[in-house]
């Protein structure tokens, strides 16, 4: 078994030399955002935890110190203030990695960053520096709403809806846009739908379907206007719309983000699809006969609208729906499901009729409708967007000898 000065000794055989890491290539960000450089350091020996300095040259040959995470009266004077401010800091990632970040970078800040290791090896191997370049651009990135102020819009389910956001940019070098829009409710907020900056779109999530079936589309519409397209509103789609743009720039083959912006495109909020059902309040029949109830609809939606209609039935009027016996169905697509004995027939656009043939005294209980609303979406999908249970219709049945009819009476 190796004792520790074994492994120590073997450790150090086999060391190549520390290996100090800033990012390849240069670094591009724009005046006011926020820039953070990485720095780790590799195949040292000494403590696990190694420490940092930081120094800067506006020109790549005279460097002047910046931070340190050791040496107290390391930084020059020209960067107390910003580093008491903590608009210059250090932040620790791991016992041998650092990041600098440099919040409001300014065209100051452009030019030459240097991480370097203080030595804690028992020979000189590798390099203990490494350098980056840093360009800072000015901001030229303009992104707003196509109208202001950002405008209110109150909607019907089922009802289509377009937002727009104008994002354009004059910066010297040859940078891509990436949108994305957001739908914020509260302090949940949800991606729907982006553009990246390579020219792909993304659905987000739980709205994959909706961007499949074509329901919910991005398009550009001149050099700078995004169109966020939804055919058919849901009640989920309420909320505060954002538009999300961020600036990429390709720097020696590696994409780099330099910036991101938002802006408040509209307010959508979304009536709820009215429903209303009306059944008998109590019904008599005599064994034997047939018992007839309608389920009437009233709704505010004029549109192309397919209702689902169940009637059910129960021994008690508190049951749950789980416990009760479904009788009849008429799906959206007006096929009848039912028994031989139960007939489920449409009276008019608004008027649904339960027919139970023969009936006995097992048919006293309570009867229900419940009516959903469908609406089409594209590539013949359907979303629902009302449901709706009656008040339970009591029904007695009698012998012919106590049967005394009595009027039907509707109630909401």
Partial sequence: ???????????????????????????????????????????????????????????????????????????????????????????????????????????????HYKCSTPSTDATVQGNYEDTVQVKVLADALVVGPSSRPPPGLSLREGEPFELRCVATTMSPLHTHLALRWELHRGPVHRNILSLSHEGRFHPGPGYEQRYHSGDVRLDTVGNDAYRLSVARALSADQGSYRCVVSEWITEQGSWQEIQEKAVEVATVAIQPTALQLAVPRTVSVAVGKDLGLSCNITTDRVDDIRPEVTWYFRKTPDASLLTSHMLARLDRDSLVHSSPHVALSHVDTRSYHLLVRDVSKENSGYYLCLVALWAPGHNRSWHKVAEAMSAPSSVSVTWLGEYLEEPLRLSA
């Fill in 1 to 111: 078994m190796l004792t520790v000065e074994d492994r120590a000794i073997r450790g150090h055989a086999v060391c190549r030399g520390r290996v100090v890491r800033v990012p390849a290539g240069s670094l591009v960000r724009v005046v006011g955002t926020e820039l953070v450089i990485p720095c780790n350091v590799s195949d040292y020996d000494g403590p696990s935890e190694q420490n940092f300095d930081w120094s800067f040259s506006s020109s790549g040959s005279s460097f002047v110190e910046l931070a340190s995470t050791w040496e107290v009266g390391f930084p020059a004077q020209l960067y107390q203030e910003r580093l008491q401010r903590g608009d210059i800091l250090l932040r620790r990632t791991a016992n041998d990695a650092v990041e600098l970040h440099i919040k409001n970078v300014q065209p100051s800040d452009q030019g």
